[in-house]
């Protein structure tokens, strides 16, 4: 979204990060949440994170320049628990029936990531824009988060990992882990423009906190 701010972006009464972490603290099977914030929004958030409505929030600490610096920054944080849920910031759709739901899927494999079936066909092509497969569409799945994580699984994933990834799973399956995909919702979008944020105002009225 170039210079805009999109986490601390209004949808509805609150800045979008804290709509995105409402329902973790409403969550019956949340415990505890951690913030991972670059620099220049660490001040921010701790202003905003603050009193009993956000019980839950331990800890805000710093990320690194790739994502997953920044997840192994919040698991440091939680290494006393079970289980761990990582969800993007920029995610504010998400609700407490999604983050449940996951972490029963999670119980089958120790690994569950949120997702929903991709309705587009898919063409894989190389760098000259050349088409080299069209994969069976019912086969294919758009990755969202909430993924959650047996704590000894994504620890070790993270401990392996040597390259740049998109998602927490990824790092999983190339552990040897099975990833059980669980469904997610077309609505919980991840705000990276202008006009994802004016579909998230759109949709915000069924979500209302």
Not at 3 to 9: R, V, Y
Not at 111 to 121: E, I, L, N, Q
Not at 176 to 204: C, E, H, Q, R, S
Request: glycine share 8%; with cysteine.
């Amino acid at each position: 979204m170039g210079g805009a701010e999109k986490l601390l972006a209004p949808l509805g009464d609150k800045p979008l990060l804290l709509q995105t972490i409402s329902p973790f603290q409403k969550c019956r099977l949340v415990d505890r949440v951690v913030v991972v914030v670059s620099g220049e929004k660490e001040l921010q958030c701790r202003q905003l994170l603050t009193g009993e409505e956000w019980s839950k929030v331990s800890n805000i600490c710093l990320g690194g320049k790739r994502r997953q610096d920044s997840v192994a920054a919040g698991l440091v944080q939680l290494d006393d628990y079970d289980w761990i849920i990582v969800h993007d910031g920029a995610r504010p759709l998400v609700t407490t029936n999604l983050i449940e739901r996951g972490l029963a899927a999670a119980r089958e494999t120790g690994a569950a990531v949120a997702a929903v079936p991709v309705k587009d066909t898919i063409k894989l092509a190389g760098d000259d824009r050349i088409v080299h497969q069209t994969p069976p569409r019912q086969n294919l799945w758009a990755i969202q988060t909430p993924q959650v994580f047996r704590i000894d699984i994504i620890t070790k994933a993270y401990q392996r990992a040597n390259e740049d990834v998109t998602d927490d799973a990824s790092l999983v399956e190339r552990s040897g882990y099975k990833v059980k995909l669980y469904m997610g919702a077309y609505d919980n979008i991840k705000i990276t423009t202008p006009d994802d944020l004016t579909l998230a105002g759109m949709l915000w009225p069924r979500y209302e906190r």
